[in-house]
């Protein structure tokens, strides 16, 4: 049973444009979201995240927005750019401080030059 | 040097065999984790501890054990490595204190049961 759900493995985009990754999820109790990007052969690390009292929060280049209500969060970046090209995991946590998080299975995005 | 040292990074075994898998951390972290990554899956949890006193079972801890040694480090054991417990492993660690809640992981360590 897959809590929390990429159903987008692959997302080709052309250097310079709006990169979208979408994550759904069916636990109501997740109260806390996280992207976190992976390259190979390194470890998944933090990128941003967003608690389910609000409904965006951006850093940068990088802007999540939370639809509670659709339980669904997606990740922009704008503008994408080559480095960007990664595996992104969605991931949720039923609180802020609880570090054991559901992952979704992931979206390899694609940066064209 | 990472933060989170994970060995051996590579490993190929046997099927029955046991192999372990060694974590380290210099974050000065209590909580650890161990995650499972496999294609079309994403990443599972195996185990986590929260102290030197605490092991937790995650949601796939079925045919692995772990053992927390100190704080800073973390071993998970296949007492019996079967085929589909290939994959590429994970540890990581977090601090509750830590106002970004997120979790460091190490580098992976890629594990092949023949």
């Known amino acids: 049973d897959q809590q929390v759900k990429q159903n987008s493995p692959s997302l080709s985009v052309q250097e310079g444009r709006i990169s979208i990754l979408n994550c759904d999820y069916t636990n109501s109790m997740f109260d806390y979201f996280l992207w976190y990007k992976k390259y190979p052969a390194e470890g998944p690390t933090f990128l941003i995240s967003i608690s389910s009292i609000k409904d965006k929060n951006e850093d940068g280049r990088f802007t999540v927005f939370l639809n509670k209500s659709a339980k669904h969060l997606s990740l922009h970046i704008v503008p994408s750019q080559p480095g960007d090209s990664a595996v992104y995991f969605c991931?949720?946590?039923?609180?802020?401080?609880?570090?054991?998080?559901?992952f979704g299975t992931g979206t390899r995005l694609t940066i064209i030059p | 040097d990472a933060d989170v040292t994970q060995t051996p990074r590579n490993r190929i075994t046997k099927t029955g065999k046991r192999i372990m898998l060694e974590c380290s951390q210099t974050k000065g972290h209590d909580r650890m984790y161990w995650y499972r990554q496999d294609p079309g899956l994403g990443l599972r949890l195996i185990y986590y501890?929260?102290?030197?006193?605490?092991?937790n079972k995650g949601e796939i801890s079925d045919g692995y054990s772990v053992s927390r040694q100190a704080q800073a480090k973390f071993s998970l054991s296949l007492e019996s490595a079967i085929p589909n417990q290939t994959a590429l492993y994970f540890c990581?660690?977090?601090?509750?204190?830590?106002?970004?809640?997120?979790?460091?992981f190490g580098e992976g360590s890629w594990l092949t049961v023949v």
């Open positions: 501890s929260f102290d030197v006193k605490d092991i």
């Open positions: 990581a660690t977090s601090d509750p204190f830590d106002s970004g809640n997120t979790i460091y």
């Open positions: 991931a949720a946590s039923v609180y802020r401080g609880n570090e054991k998080l559901t």
